[in-house]
């Protein structure tokens, strides 16, 4: 049973859970996985996942920290099963919804594929931090790794990114 | 990262450029269709699939050069509004 089909054969909460948590599980398998058909492939399983454990779901909250937390782990798994380095292209920019005159977006663009770039923890870290606005306190709890570690992941990250922007001349402004 | 609230320029442009989008396909998008209908579409879908294969990836290929359109606009357009803010300076 595909993704698709397990939604229409479901209640109406279920419909509602995927309407409202779609971008957040896709975002995180595509930011993390810079592959948008294999970060669609992601998000359906883990629909699917959620579908088959329809029943331990207790409420939306429930569903929604259910859900990221599959969705973190699915899109690390297909990260890891992935032989080839990520296809990381112009082609795959995201299409900005209107122009934003305070958005530069070969900068944003630069730093997609920057944190695409980074090692695996320090990369799930960064997104949990700047998509998904977690704290590292609950970044921890969802990696099941020490606080520290998180700060230490996020310090890093950010040293890495800063000095590279710099190298490029796309330091502070 | 100089505190827990406190975000500096780096951290502003990560959280706009690690925006959440919408998958490419609505997964929650109602398709009514009873099951003997899904056994015909997958069977027609089978016969059309090898000669539609072209068509479909020069769909993708159209979409992908749109994004990129899409993009190169983005980016002359805010060069653009840079290159006129530092003119109107000039002419100050």
């Keep these: 049973m595909s993704a698709i089909e397990a939604v229409e054969n479901t209640a109406i909460d279920f419909n509602g859970l995927v309407r409202e948590h779609q971008a957040m599980v896709y975002s995180v398998a595509w930011h993390f996985l810079r592959d948008r058909p294999l970060a669609e492939e992601v998000a ?4 699917l996942s959620l579908h088959r454990n329809r029943g331990s779901i207790e409420s939306p909250r429930h569903a929604a920290a259910w859900l990221r937390k599959v969705a973190v782990q699915r899109a690390i798994d297909a990260g890891r099963r992935r032989k080839r380095l ?10 900005p919804a209107s122009f934003d ?3 530069d977006p070969w900068l944003g663009e630069s730093l997609r594929r920057m944190v695409a770039s980074l090692p695996e923890a320090q990369r799930m870290t960064v997104i949990l931090r700047y998509q998904e606005e977690l704290e590292p306190a609950e970044i921890a ?9 998180v700060k230490s992941h996020l310090h890093r990250a950010l040293a890495l990114l800063r000095e590279k922007l710099e190298r490029r001349g796309m330091g502070e402004r | ?8 320029w780096l951290e502003e442009e990560l959280k706009r450029a690690l925006a959440r989008e919408m998958p490419p396909r609505d997964f929650a998008a109602p398709r009514r269709r009873p099951a003997w209908r899904a056994w015909a579409a997958a069977a027609a879908a089978l016969v059309v699939v ?3 294969a072209g068509a479909g990836y020069r769909q993708y290929e159209g979409r992908e050069a749109r994004r990129d359109l899409k993009l190169a606009l983005d980016i002359a357009a805010a060069k653009t509004s840079r290159i006129q803010n530092q003119l109107r300076e000039f002419s100050k």
Aim: glycine share 10%; no cysteine; aromatic share 6%.
């Design chain 1, 86 to 95: 990520p296809r990381i292209g112009l082609e795959e920019a995201p299409e």
């Design chain 1, 101 to 103: 005159p305070r958005y």
């Design chain 1, 141 to 149: 709890g969802l990696l099941e790794m020490p606080l520290a570690t």
């Design chain 2, 50 to 52: 090898s000669a539609g």
């Design chain 2, 1 to 8: 990262m100089d505190g827990p609230d406190k975000m500096d």
């Design chain 1, 44 to 47: 359906q399983d883990v629909f």
